[in-house]
């Protein structure tokens, strides 16, 4: 059964940084590019990351420089580590296997100003 778990949302305030985490389970996250989205209040869910099997990242502009992506194979667990965070950051953050289209349940991470 595929299973992703978001978890590491929190409430920090502007100029801290969160380490976010999808711990995977019925499938091998080295075998499928795994992406992050995010919905801020009111918005539309935006991509805003991805990782493929080779390891290579991609960002959104809005977050290029200050979020990095890195897999943990033994842990089976992707973590997108978010620094310099500002309030428009503020969003619940969903972590997928875009070949299953298959996604989390989200964690809320919330920055004061």
């Known amino acids: 059964q595929v299973q992703l778990v978001e978890s590491g949302g929190g409430l920090v305030q502007a100029g801290d940084s969160l380490k976010l985490s999808c711990a995977a389970s019925?499938?091998?996250?080295?075998?499928?590019?795994i992406g992050w989205h995010r919905q801020a209040p009111g918005k539309q869910r935006e991509w805003i990351a991805s990782?493929?099997?080779?390891?290579?990242?991609t960002f959104a502009d809005s977050v290029r420089g200050r979020f990095t992506l890195f897999r943990d194979n033994a842990k089976n667990t992707v973590y997108l580590q978010m620094n310099s965070l500002r309030p428009g950051d503020t969003g619940v953050y969903y972590c997928?296997?875009?070949?299953?289209?298959?996604w989390g349940q989200g964690t809320q991470v919330t920055v004061s100003s």
């Open positions: 997928g296997n875009i070949g299953l289209h298959y």
């Open positions: 019925g499938f091998s996250v080295s075998s499928y590019a």
């Open positions: 990782i493929v099997t080779s390891g290579d990242t």
